[in-house]
Every structure is written in C-alpha cells, then in structure tokens.
C-alpha cells in the first residue's frame, strides 16, 4: 500500500528555537551591568569640583558656586556649539579646556624662565628649555587638592594665569573673525567672564593634575599637550591592541556561522513572494500620515542650508558673501540648527513610517485613527517649531532665567530645552500608545506575522524609554557626569536602540512584500540585537576615555567598542541580494516577478554601503583609544559623524519615506513623484561622498597630523582652523553641499510635497484608489 503523503510544512512558520532570544536577553542583562557599573563608578571618580580655589597666599580667588555658574554661562550662550571641552563639543572655536591648560603652562614656564635665567622661554638655550618644561610639567601634575576641607590651592604662577584667563576671554568674545562667527560681544557682563574662566581652568586643572593614587589625570593626560607633560597613558596603546585581536576573532566567529547557516540574511530564497501590501492602496490614516514626510523633508532642507552656512563660518568667518550673517544667525545657533533639524527630520520619519507600518498589519482601521494621526501631528509641529524658536531666542537672552526650561540647554545633540524635551518624552509615549492600539499582535491579521509585530512593538517602546536618561542632569551638573548620561542618548538612544528598531522596521517591510519569511526576518532581528548589544551596550564608552572616567571605562570599551564593527561588515554579504532585488526575482516556472518598489531598495542599498564606510571604516578608525587620544575633536569626528548619521539613519529615514510615497501614490500620478526620488537619490549620495572625500577626510587627517606635531590646544586653536591651508579644505566643502542640497535635499522635498498633494486629490477622488491596505485573508496567511 502506498504510503500517504505527508503535506510539506513551510519553515519559515515553525517555531524558532527559544534559545534565539534567550540569547538576546542574557547579551542585554550582561552589556546593561557593565554599563550600570560603569555609569555609577562616573559619579565616585568624577574629577572633584572644590568648595573654594585660593592662590598660594590663601587668598580665595573662586568658588565651587562660581564653577557650576561658569559652566551654565557656557551653555546659556551655546559655547559648546562653538568649541568644546576635553574634546567633546564643536569645532568652529577652540577646545576651551585645552587652550586654557597651555596657556596656564606658558604662564609657569615664563615665570621660571625669568626667575631661573632672567630672560624669556623663547630666549633659552635647548638645555635651559628641557630644564623649564620639566619643571613646568611637575609643578602642574602634583594635585594641590584637601579632600578633606575640599580646597584647591594654586601655584603663584597658576593664580597670575587665573587673572589673565579673564582678559583673554574678554576678548575672545568681542570679534566675530577672530572666535569662529558668534555674536559681536557675545559676554560682557563681568560676573558671567569670571566665572566662565573659573569654570574653564577648573576643566584644566582636572586635565592635568595626577588622580590620587595614578601618574596621569582625570582626564587620563587629555589633551595631548608635551609642554605641560600631557602624553598617552600606558593603557591607551594595551588596550587598543588586545582590542584588534577581540575584532579579528569577532568577525572570524560571525563569518564562520554566516558560512555554517546560509538561512542567515534578509532575503528569503525559493518561496513565492507574496506581498501583503499593494502600492496605491492606502487607508485614509495611513493617507493621513503622508504630511508627516512633507515637514521631513522641509526640516532635511533646513539642516542643509544651515549645515553650509555652518560649513562657511569654517571657510569664512569674516562675511557671508558680504553681509555679516553672525549678526542675526550666530554660528553656534547654526550649528544648533543643524543637529537639532537632523534629529527631527530623522526622528519623525522613523515615526510615521512605524506607524504606517503597524496599519499595514491589520485589516481594519480604526474610525479614530485619522483623528489620532491629526493630533500626533500637531504635537510634533509644536514640539519642534517651538524648540527651535526657544534656542535662538535663549542664546539671544530673550529668555533671562528660563533658558535652560524654554530654550537652549546648551548641551551638544540636546540643546532642546528641557520643557520642550519633557513634552518630546509625552509625545514618544503616546505614539507608542498609538501604535500599541493599531498594531498589537491580537489584531495582527497574519498570525503568522504576531511574533514580528511583538519585536517592532518592544523596539519602538525602547524609543521613549531610552530617552529618559535626557532627563537625568542639570546646567550645574559635574561636566563628567554629564557627558556620562549624554552619551547614553548620543551612543545607546540613537546607535543602540534606534538601530535595533530601525532592523525591525525594514524586516517587517521584506516581510511586507514578500521578499522575507517570517522566520527569516526574526531571525535577522535576533542576531543583529545580539551583534548591536554585545558591543554597542559597553561600547558606548569609546565616548569617555577622556571626559573624566578611570582606565576601567577605557580597558572594557575598547574592548567591546570594536566588536560594533562586526555587524556592519556583515552588511557586504546581503548586498547582491538587495541588488537582485530591485531587478525582480524570477518565480518558479513562471515570468520575472517586479518589486514596485525599486527606490526602496536603492535607499536601503545605502545605508549598507554608509553603514559600512561610516560607522564601520570611519568609525572604527577614531575609536581605538590611542587614535581617540590624538583625533578626538578633530574633523575626523564629523567626517565620521555626516557618514554614518547621514548615511545610516538619514538614508534609512529616506528609504521609509519613499516606501509610504510608494504605497500612498497611485500608478497614475507616481512617475510624477519618482523622477524627483531618482534625482534625490544620486543627489545625497554623490554629495554625501564629494564632501567626504575632498573636505572632511583629507582635512582630518591634516589636523591630526597637526595635533601630533604641536600638540591638541594648537590643532584646534584659531591659528591652525583660520590658516589658508585648513580654510582651503573647507572651501572644498562647497561642490559637495552644492550637489547634496540642490540635487538631493531639493528634489526630495518637491517629491514630498507632490505626493501630499496627490494624496489630496485622491482624497477628492475616492473612487481612484481603495481604501483597504491589507492583503485579502486568504493571501496573507498563504505564507
């Protein structure tokens, strides 16, 4: 007798072992201790900020009180948006903590030359030279701080130079040339100078003066000064080099198992796609959601113009093109601007994309969803309207006590004032709340999509959730403290959890269209939560190897950070299919099947090959401490920064906004909107490259260069930035920005505003499109 046939079960539908998340959740307790314990070891081993500071007589000169009000006028007039301390800030103006150290050491050494030899540094013989600047790098290493009555007594040399700091800063704030295009006369107010001096020779101090207990400082020796006896620190060479074998054996241990399991990867190979959504068929909540890419792009817009104009003040600072633009729009507020405008555009997208794609889950829609969508809308409208009205008109002291809550919190990547940050923290929670009620598992019409939906559903939680730390620091708070908890934002929010929200996104898309089963997507989440999380959770403290933290910090994160590379170079093996792709796939016995949604893909292609370069390339190359010691800073940073921000997450948050337009968009009126997508797209990536590879990364390297030949303060200081050398590399800058503004920024947002309009018509024209998104029943669970 005939045995009878058995039905084939499709795998992509059976139960994924459990061990899959297990693993992504033992990763995550053990990263989230390391960083715990790092985080809490920021506060006991913070540098110490004195009650009082007094010259050698015991005069006091200024008090802890007078620090905390130095460091809320350096963020009340944007000055990390101008320059930067220990490292960490901007780069139009100088490293304040850096300059003022060498200043201090210039000051000591002048008056050891005098008494010693009666004659200037300039003036003494090699012997004679060695002999002061060993002097003066013992005098400013020994740590003159009482623990016990919590006063820093000054050398006589250190106390002259205290009193000279606030001279020159005086004057580095009255000429717009000469301090990177802020505002003419910025600071005039007596009390606001004296204590931001206090403030930044607190910053040298701890740059310089050994921690008890260790040869090196606070800072371990940053900056790179050789004149006040700042070098590298032991551990910065050891660990970047056990670092690299950690990398070597990452990669060979991941490209063994890619070789071991070709179920690996995004795409899905010999099933029949089936998509479960059809371009031009939107509901009208989804239809709601297109004005939402409208404002993206006017704010991607934005924060080009204002990214050249940020560019120029580096080029330029005496005149933009004749008129003098600091007057109005101060560099720092540029420059404001331009991180804040990126965040928003890039934020917003991810957000109306996740929403469009919970609909997309379900087969009905909610009678008040439009209504809801309406209202998210006019909440991000205000949120960020308001937030950038409230920066310039805080830097411009319209504000007087209220900067911090309304209008400027002066710290880099969250200037943002905090009202306006709170209400930022409600709006993330309702639209999770949103979507939550749009797309939870029990009204996923695919059942075999649930455990996808519960993955996008736990990732977009951890938006809200992982911003909550913004909160958690004041104007006055220790600057390492602070820089402790930003970074969880900067490093943990945006390249931790955004990026593992962002890979649930685009799996559910695949999925979406058919390219990707279900097994495969979840698969490709688990992996990449547990590739981002074992060294992006730890590896967030490549960002505090100079700003306060012990050689603890440095030995676990250079150890972890350079695991971050292991996932990006995994990008390279799904290339070709992304690439096939767009090309169609040919089914089984039958014709070639097109993806109508080619554009998509290109995007998608994108951020691989930035993800690779930026992240990867790039940022690996600054992020061994021994190269951070030299490069933090530098223009490395930002070269580092536009690839991988722009190329990872503004390529990404581009692909979702081309995906809605496709699917919002009717056949007939699509052409219309793609030919302003293509332009747009080679746009931004020609431009994106042209900056990089004839400004941002051959003026890096030179600066670097310079920091290693003459030491940190003088890379970064006005006469190496101002000089025709640097400037001719800014210059360079303008075919990029041309290129990336007028044929990708551009034609983007004209793509935008014709697929709204569109929409409009649609809406006036119902009869011309369904209203139904999801898939007929029988086809979504055919998979």
Not at 186 to 198: F, G, K, N, V
Not at 468 to 492: E, Q
């Amino acid at each position: 007798m005939d045995e009878v046939a058995q039905p084939k079960v499709d795998p992509e539908i059976l139960p994924l072992s459990k061990w899959w998340i297990r693993s992504v959740l033992i990763v995550m307790l053990l990263g989230f201790a390391g960083l715990i314990a790092i985080t809490n070891l920021s506060y006991r081993n913070a540098p110490p900020i004195p009650a009082l500071v007094v010259d050698s007589d015991g005069h006091a000169l200024f008090t802890r009180a007078q620090i905390g009000s130095g460091q809320a006028v350096f963020l009340r007039y944007g000055l990390m948006d101008n320059g930067s301390v220990w490292g960490h800030g901007a780069y139009l103006g100088p490293d304040f903590s850096a300059e003022t150290l060498h200043q201090i050491g210039d000051s000591v050494a002048a008056s050891l030359a005098q008494r010693q030899f009666g004659k200037p540094v300039t003036q003494l013989n090699p012997i004679e030279a060695a002999s002061i600047h060993a002097q003066v790098a013992a005098t400013l290493k020994i740590n003159r701080f009482d623990p016990q009555s919590a006063t820093l007594r000054l050398t006589p040399e250190e106390g002259v130079a205290y009193r000279a700091q606030i001279a020159r800063w005086t004057d580095y704030f009255k000429d717009s040339t000469r301090n990177g295009g802020l505002k003419p006369n910025l600071i005039t107010d007596p009390t606001e100078l004296r204590d931001l001096s206090a403030f930044f020779l607190w910053t040298a101090w701890a740059s310089v003066a050994d921690r008890p207990g260790a040869n090196y400082s606070y800072t371990n020796n940053f900056p790179y000064d050789r004149d006040v006896g700042n070098t590298p620190v032991a551990g910065a060479l050891l660990w970047s080099a056990l670092s690299l074998i950690v990398l070597l054996g990452g990669i060979a241990t991941v490209l063994l198992a890619f070789g071991k399991f070709d179920y690996l990867g995004w795409i899905t190979r010999g099933h029949t796609a089936v998509p479960q959504v059809t371009p031009g068929h939107a509901s009208p909540g989804q239809r709601a959601l297109v004005k939402f890419f409208v404002v993206v792009t006017l704010l991607f817009l934005m924060q080009t113009l204002v990214g050249g104009a940020v560019a120029h003040y580096r080029a330029d600072p005496t005149s933009f093109y004749g008129f003098q633009l600091e007057t109005i729009f101060p560099s720092n507020l540029m420059r404001i601007w331009h991180l804040q405008t990126a965040i928003f555009w890039i934020a917003t997208a991810y957000v109306a994309a996740a929403l469009f794609l919970g609909r997309s889950l379900r087969q009905d829609e909610p009678a008040w969803f439009p209504a809801a969508i309406h209202l998210l809308f006019a909440a991000f409208a205000v949120v960020i309207g308001a937030s950038l009205l409230g920066e310039w008109a805080g830097i411009s002291g319209l504000l007087g006590d209220w900067w911090f809550w309304f209008g400027n919190q002066g710290w880099e990547f969250l200037e943002i004032g905090r009202f306006w940050q709170l209400l930022l923290v409600v709006g993330l929670l309702g639209w999770f709340a949103l979507l939550w009620f749009i797309a939870r598992p029990s009204q996923v019409i695919n059942v075999h999509a649930r455990p996808l939906a519960r993955m996008f559903l736990l990732a977009a939680l951890a938006i809200p959730v992982f911003y909550v730390p913004a909160l958690f620091f004041g104007a006055k708070t220790n600057f390492t403290v602070v820089d402790t908890w930003r970074f969880w934002i900067i490093h943990l929010w945006v390249e931790g959890f955004f990026e593992f929200f962002a890979t649930t996104v685009v799996a559910l898309i695949l999925f979406q269209l058919g390219l990707t089963g279900r097994n495969t997507a979840l698969r490709v989440i688990y992996l990449d939560a547990i590739l981002y999380f074992v060294g992006g959770l730890m590896g967030t403290g490549h960002h505090w190897y100079f700003s306060g933290q012990t050689q603890i910090n440095m030995a676990a994160s250079a150890i972890f950070s350079v695991l971050e590379v292991v996932p990006l170079t995994l990008l390279t093996l799904d290339a070709w299919d992304f690439v096939r792709t767009t090309r169609g796939e040919e089914q089984a016995g039958g014709p070639v099947t097109a993806i109508p949604h080619k554009w998509t893909f290109y995007f998608l292609m994108a951020v691989g090959f930035w993800n690779f370069v930026g992240a990867g390339v790039f940022g690996f190359s600054i992020n061994l401490p021994i190269v951070s010691y030299y490069e933090i800073g530098t223009i490395m940073t930002p070269n580092h920064g536009h690839a991988a921000m722009m190329g990872v997450f503004g390529m990404l948050a581009i692909a979702l906004m081309v995906f809605v337009l496709r699917q919002t968009t009717d056949q007939a009126r699509w052409p219309g909107v793609e030919k302003y997508i293509r332009i747009g797209f080679w746009g931004t990536n020609v431009g994106l490259a042209l900056m990089i590879v004839l400004s941002l990364f051959p003026s890096g390297v030179f600066q670097v260069w310079d920091v290693v030949q003459n030491g940190y303060w003088h890379a970064r200081s006005l006469d190496y930035t101002s000089g025709s050398f640097a400037r001719q590399f800014e210059w360079m800058r303008l075919p990029g920005d041309l290129v990336f503004i007028f044929f990708g920024a551009v034609p983007l947002t004209i793509a935008a505003c014709k697929a709204y309009w569109s929409v409009a018509a649609t809406r006036a024209d119902p009869d011309r499109t369904l209203v139904r998104n999801a898939a007929p029943e029988t086809q979504a669970t055919r998979r």
